[in-house]
């Protein structure tokens, strides 16, 4: 019994010094860490509690931020909120599909071509903000010699040229359009290489067992095999879609865009937080933000994460 | 005292008696309906509504011989354009004498009139192709002729109309100019075209445009725009402009820049020959067949009124009508072109009601509008244009709930579902605290169950049930769509393996597919589908229910789902499909589970929508119809052994050969009809001739 009892509290101070030895070896990485990412995090859910205008100490509000979120802010409630869900409902998955669908094209064909490819469909998303400065301002200009009123005047469909970046009609279609364009980043380049880390014997015993044709080589086959790659993909796409606020406004070259109509919840951050120097407010809002990425990423878990997990 | 009694009671109902009709009489002096705008399901229609003028006077002294333009000025003098006996008559409406006239050798065929705020006379003389400018006394001041400027080059002057703004520039219409209307300084200087009306090219002639070469361009009938028939500017200098050819294009009001800013278009005639405006803003046109629409300051169509008649002389009826004018008392005045006679018309109540309640709304003043909007609800309970009005005061004055009402008896669907966004926002704002907590309730709930039920025992329950729910014969059939939506491929194999292997047992897995189970789906679906479309709420129910054609949907839905499973059926046998008329007649019911849930979830969500989040119905619908087609399609493929092309190729053959049932079933039946038309007319001839 005593033998029993001495042999356990050895093995515990063994423990121990084990324990402290790994707690030497994570210190950098924690202290790391905290400082720059848990910190940071914690600090801004409690500004989210505050009314804080960079200038003066933050003076605890309790629940004010998130009563006047969803109560008063009408722009918050009648666009943003709206405008948020809409894009994100077609960019998200619209972009995740293109992504897989052009990966599993590219991983059909030889290998130098592929490489060439796939670095030009990845380069709107690395350049995009260059690009929309320079390719689809000038598409989209409002003046005649934008590309498509252009193209419009002279089949004679329109009277004066149409104000596509600065009038609400049009706004939140072309934004759609261009984040579609740029969608094919990081997370393309993963399905790409887990597609091509798919053991091939697989297809071949699949067709030996009666797999008719590609659609169910896709259905049965691929994405089975690749869920981590089409998780990240997933994950990539709906922090995407919650993030592209910028797009509208170097669009439209103005924060908020054009009536509210590109006003995206990240646009409607920075406008509290940077222009109105609100930072409390924009801290509430930017866990509302994280909430609903959460949410959406839960459902990607669902999809794809492993059962294990 | 008795007899004293009786004889005033006979009295006054003999008073009564006479009183009556003459009241009556007053009411019906009439000639003419007034109509007014109403929008119903999408289309337009002209309901009668209160007379909203009366004739009232008819000059027939002045002796006008093609009177052309009239105008009036603000002290009641009216200009009339006389244009048969080359003069200018000047007619004083209050004391209904003429008071003077422009006669003389310059005048040769005058064809308009305008008279500035200064009392400058400006007359558009086709004649002399000139536009002549007369002093407040009546002397000629000025000759405009065609200006020399090297941009008019040689186009046509040859002056119809002349309108001058405050700036004493003047636009002028010249017969056969296309390029617009042709603005001229005070100097009579060319300046430019002002307001230009764009050629509108038709599809066909679109395709050319861009097809063919310059030459064979040049061989085609040139297309030139609408004309321009008259111009009009108002106290504020606004510049006014009507069009002939084009109803789109029959009235527009002009920025300073020639633009139109009646963006969302007209309601109108394409045969419109004046306009003007009263003091308030009122803007009134009239055709050349004799009808008169007044608009609102925003081109709202408030109503019109007239005839076409010919060679029939009744008071208010013209046979050609080219030019109107508002006086002071807001009287209308026409012009008859070929019978020469003046014609008033007297505003009644009700207009003038309307009148006024605009003024007020426009004012800002909108609780002194809302009681005015009612007033013209009481006397037209029915009236677009008051319930319009009395849902927009109130809407500015938030009260919202109110105004909801009568947006929908007006059918203004937008500024209801803006209304309703207020409503809805107000409300939420007391739920919401109550969300939360139910939320958060939720999720402490789910987190207690994962802890206490750590063996899963509820999840097995719920599994258990369900499983039982599929087992059971006819339910467990409907609810089998459910499976099917889920994992399309799998399920239809199964139903393929169940179907036509002969002597299959029964596969792995709960509930299965069968022709009970598909024909209750197909009816579930025609319910759903029903609901769907005479049940949304308001604002997405564009078509009302009395509106739509019940029985043609009955049967359409039915002919088509039997036309698609007699078809498909046909087309893959010869085509080594796998599947027998059963399998093609269940495969279509179990697709559809996604679209019965999508329909139903729209029409619920509906009446919480307002137009603000209608993306969130449109991509439900999208989504539940693809997610629907995806399983057809799988379906299919499944059923008969297809491959992705096959499947693809089978599908089009199956609706072009519905296609031509339809067509053959359309022949026959009117071939039938011929016959039973003809068996008709052989009994009625025996029944005539023999009997």
Sequence with gaps: ?309 | MKRGKITVCILLAFVLTIMAPATTASANQATSYTYTLEIKSGSYEFPRTQDAYLPDKTVTKLELSKPTDVFITQDNRMFICDSGNKRIVIYNIDTDTVVDEIKGGELKTPMGVFVTKDGCIYVADNGAKAVLKYSPELELLNTFTRPTQPSFSDTNFDPLKVAVDNAGNMYVISEGVYNGIIQLAGTGDFLGYFAVNKTKLTPSQLVQKILFTREQLANLTATVPTTFSNVYVDDMGIVYSTSMGNADECLKKHNTSGGNMFMEGIVGWDDVTDVTTDKNGIIYTCTERGYIEIYSKNGEFIFEFGSFVTNVDIAGLFSSLPSIAVDNNGFIWGVDKDKGYLQSFKPTDYAKQIYGAMGLYEAGKYEESLSAWRDVLRLNQMSVLAHNGVGKALFHAQRYEESLEHFEVAENRNYYSEAFWEVRNQKLQVILPYVFALIFLLIVVNIVIKRVDKKGKLKNFKKDLTNKMLDTPVLGDVLFMFRVARHPGDRYYDIRVANSVRGASKFAGHGHASVIGAAIIYVLTFITYMVYSTMKGFIYQYVAVEDMDIGGSVAGFFVLIGLFVICNWLVTSINDGDGSLKTVFILPAYAVAPLIVGMLSVTVLSYAMTYNESFILTIIMVVTGIWSFVNLFTGLMNVHDYSFGETVRSFIITFFFMAVAVIIGLIVSIMFEQLFGFIVSVGRELILNVI
């Design chain 1, 1 to 309: 019994m005593i033998a029993a009892n001495t042999k356990r509290i050895k093995k515990s101070a063994a423990d121990v010094r084990e324990g402290r030895r790994s707690m030497l070896l994570l210190f950098p990485y924690a202290i790391l860490f905290s400082l720059f990412i848990l910190v940071p995090v914690v600090i801004a859910i409690a500004l989210g509690f505050t009314y804080f205008d960079v200038i003066n100490k933050p003076s605890f509000t309790g629940l004010m931020n998130y009563i006047y979120l969803f109560t008063q802010d009408t722009v918050f409630m009648k666009k943003v909120l709206p405008n948020t869900f809409l894009y994100a409902l077609i960019v998200g998955p619209g972009g995740y599909a293109i992504s897989f669908l052009l990966a599993w094209m590219l991983a059909q064909i030889q290998s130098i071509p592929r490489t060439i490819i796939s670095l030009a469909i990845y380069t709107p998303s690395m350049v995009g903000q260059v690009f929309i400065g320079v390719v689809w301002k000038t598409i989209f200009s409002g003046d005649q010699r934008g590309i498509i009123n252009n193209i419009l005047l002279e089949l004679n469909l329109i009277d004066t040229p149409i104000q596509f970046l600065l009038t609400k009609d049009y706004f939140m279609q072309i934004m759609i359009i261009i984040s579609l364009w740029s969608a094919m980043g990081i997370g393309f380049l993963a399905m790409i290489s887990g597609i091509l880390n798919i053991n091939e014997e697989l297809y071949e015993a699949a067709y030996v067992d009666g797999m008719r044709n590609r659609f169910q080589e896709i259905i049965y086959i691929t994405i089975p095999s690749m869920k981590p790659q089409m998780l990240f993909g997933a994950v990539m796409a709906i922090v995407n879609a919650f993030n592209m606020g910028w797009i509208g406004v170097t669009l439209s070259g103005a924060n908020p865009t054009p009536e509210y109509a590109g006003q995206l919840i990240t646009n409607h951050i920075d406008d509290y937080g940077f222009i109105r120097y609100e930072m409390g407010y924009a801290a509430a809002i930017s866990l509302m933000l994280l909430i609903v990425v959460y949410l959406f990423n839960k459902v990607a878990h669902k999809f794809f994460g492993s059962k294990d997990e």
